[in-house]
Protein backbone atom coordinates (compact mmCIF):
# COMPACT_ATOMS: atom_id res chain seq x y z
CA UNK A 1 0.00 0.00 0.00
CA UNK A 2 2.55 2.65 1.01
CA UNK A 3 4.84 1.44 -2.00
CA UNK A 4 2.12 1.76 -4.08
CA UNK A 5 1.78 5.25 -2.66
CA UNK A 6 5.23 5.89 -2.98
CA UNK A 7 4.91 5.23 -7.23
CA UNK A 8 2.19 7.51 -7.46
CA UNK A 9 4.17 10.49 -6.17
CA UNK A 10 7.26 9.56 -8.41
CA UNK A 11 5.31 9.24 -11.34
CA UNK A 12 3.09 12.30 -10.58
CA UNK A 13 6.52 14.64 -9.29
CA UNK A 14 8.70 13.10 -11.42
CA UNK A 15 11.72 13.25 -9.55
CA UNK A 16 10.26 14.50 -6.42
CA UNK A 17 12.49 16.25 -3.54
CA UNK A 18 12.84 13.71 -0.44
CA UNK A 19 10.94 16.42 1.45
CA UNK A 20 7.83 15.97 -0.37
CA UNK A 21 7.99 12.53 -0.28
CA UNK A 22 8.32 12.44 3.26
CA UNK A 23 5.53 15.61 4.08
CA UNK A 24 3.22 13.46 2.04
CA UNK A 25 3.36 10.19 3.42
CA UNK A 26 3.67 11.24 6.94
CA UNK A 27 -0.20 13.52 6.24
CA UNK A 28 -1.70 10.12 4.82
CA UNK A 29 -0.08 7.79 7.31
CA UNK A 30 0.86 9.41 9.98
CA UNK A 31 4.27 8.76 9.97
CA UNK A 32 7.10 10.76 11.80
CA UNK A 33 9.91 12.26 9.23
CA UNK A 34 13.34 11.79 10.18
CA UNK A 35 16.54 14.02 8.82
CA UNK A 36 20.08 13.75 8.45
CA UNK A 37 20.60 17.08 7.33
CA UNK A 38 21.03 15.42 3.86
CA UNK A 39 17.68 13.50 3.20
CA UNK A 40 14.57 12.49 4.72
CA UNK A 41 12.59 9.66 5.57
CA UNK A 42 9.08 8.72 6.83
CA UNK A 43 9.08 6.25 9.66
CA UNK A 44 5.13 4.08 9.30
CA UNK A 45 4.11 1.58 11.41
CA UNK A 46 8.19 0.96 12.08
CA UNK A 47 9.54 0.75 8.85
CA UNK A 48 11.62 3.39 7.26
CA UNK A 49 10.54 4.84 3.89
CA UNK A 50 12.04 7.28 1.19
CA UNK A 51 10.95 8.08 -2.93
CA UNK A 52 13.12 4.53 -3.55
CA UNK A 53 10.38 2.79 -0.71
CA UNK A 54 11.56 0.82 1.91
CA UNK A 55 14.46 2.21 3.43
CA UNK A 56 16.93 -0.88 4.89
CA UNK A 57 17.37 -0.35 8.51
CA UNK A 58 21.12 -1.02 8.14
CA UNK A 59 21.27 2.26 6.23
CA UNK A 60 19.01 4.11 8.64
CA UNK A 61 21.22 3.11 11.71
CA UNK A 62 24.51 3.93 9.41
CA UNK A 63 22.96 7.44 8.14
CA UNK A 64 22.48 8.98 11.44
CA UNK A 65 18.84 9.78 11.19
CA UNK A 66 16.75 12.52 13.95
CA UNK A 67 12.86 13.41 14.13
CA UNK A 68 13.00 16.35 12.38
CA UNK A 69 11.46 18.63 14.92
CA UNK A 70 14.50 17.61 16.88
CA UNK A 71 16.44 20.05 14.05
CA UNK A 72 14.38 22.78 15.11
CA UNK A 73 11.94 24.65 13.23
CA UNK A 74 14.64 26.87 10.88
CA UNK A 75 15.21 23.44 9.21
CA UNK A 76 11.68 22.74 8.53
CA UNK A 77 11.07 26.45 7.38
CA UNK A 78 14.66 25.72 5.06
CA UNK A 79 13.11 21.98 3.63
CA UNK A 80 9.48 24.11 2.94
CA UNK A 81 11.31 27.34 1.27
CA UNK A 82 13.41 24.87 -0.99
CA UNK A 83 10.44 22.46 -1.24
CA UNK A 84 8.26 25.93 -2.64
CA UNK A 85 10.98 26.76 -4.86
CA UNK A 86 11.59 23.73 -6.92
CA UNK A 87 7.40 23.84 -7.96
CA UNK A 88 6.80 27.46 -8.41
Same mark, same amino acid.
Given at each position: ? @???? @?????? %???????? *????? *???? %? &????? %?????? @?? &?????????????????????? %??? *????????? @?????? *??????
Amino acid at each position: M @IERR @IKLINK %YYGEPQCF *LVALL *LSHR %Y &MGTIF %YNSDHC @IT &MIGGKYYDKRGVVPIKEVKEGN %YLP *LQDFGLDIE @ITLMDA *LVDKHK
